[in-house]
C-alpha cells in the first residue's frame, strides 16, 4: 500500500543545506476550537458548576465522615496495621482537603490532627485508641453541629485542646529525636492556617 504525499517528508534543498520537514501527523487528530470569546469567564463557568453541585456537599460530608468513622472501627477491631493505618489516615486527610469547599471549615482541623497523629507517631500500636475517638468525633460533633451561630467559637476550643493532646503525645513519642520533634510542633507556616 503506498504512502500518502501527506505522509512523507518534504524536502527543500539548497546550495550548501537541506530542509527536511517530518509529516504533522497530529493535524489529523487535532479538531478546530471556536473563536475566543471575550464574554466568556472559565472562573465564573467553575463558580456556576460548584453551586449546582452545592446541594450534593452537605451528602458527601457526611458520606465522608461515616467513612472516618468505619475505618476507626476498623482499628479498633484488627489494630494498626499497614491497610487500617491507611484507611484511618486517608478518611481524615480527605476530609481535611474538602472541607472548606464543601461548606465545612472547621472539620478540617481536627481532621488535620489526626493526620499528624498518624503521620508522625513512631510506632502505631501506642497510639491510644481514646486518642483517636477523640479525633474522629470531634469531627463528627463539628459537622452535626455546623449550623449553629457559634460554631466557629465551639470548633476553635475543641480543636484547641485536641491539639495541645495530640502535641504532648507527639512530643512523648519522638522525644529520642528531637530535630524531629522540632520539625512537627513548630506553628504552620502558611498563611491563613490556624495555629491553636
Not at 62 to 88: I, M, P, W, Y
Amino acid at each position: 500500500m503506498g504512502q500518502d504525499k501527506a505522509d512523507k517528508p518534504s524536502v527543500a534543498t539548497y546550495a550548501d543545506h537541506e530542509v527536511i520537514t517530518p509529516p504533522n501527523k497530529l493535524r489529523m487528530a487535532a479538531s478546530t476550537v471556536a473563536a475566543w470569546d471575550p464574554y466568556d469567564d472559565p472562573v465564573a463557568r467553575a463558580e456556576q458548576a460548584l453551586a449546582q453541585l452545592s446541594s450534593e456537599f452537605s451528602a458527601w460530608m457526611h458520606s465522608e465522615c461515616e467513612r472516618l468513622d468505619l475505618a476507626r472501627h476498623q482499628v479498633k477491631a484488627k489494630g494498626f496495621n499497614k491497610g487500617t493505618r491507611e484507611a484511618l489516615f486517608h478518611a481524615a486527610h480527605d476530609i481535611k482537603g474538602e472541607a472548606e469547599t464543601f461548606g465545612y471549615p472547621w472539620v478540617a482541623a481536627p481532621a488535620d490532627s489526626l493526620c499528624r497523629l498518624i503521620e508522625h507517631t513512631p510506632d502505631m500500636t501506642r497510639i491510644p485508641f481514646t486518642l483517636v475517638d477523640q479525633h474522629v468525633d470531634a469531627v463528627r460533633a463539628i459537622m452535626r453541629e455546623s449550623p449553629r451561630a457559634d460554631i466557629a467559637d465551639i470548633a476553635k476550643a475543641l480543636t484547641k485542646r485536641l491539639r495541645e493532646v495530640t502535641d504532648e503525645f507527639l512530643a512523648r513519642e519522638n522525644h529520642h529525636r528531637p530535630d524531629y520533634l522540632d520539625g512537627i510542633l513548630a506553628p504552620p507556616l502558611a498563611p491563613g492556617e490556624q495555629s491553636f
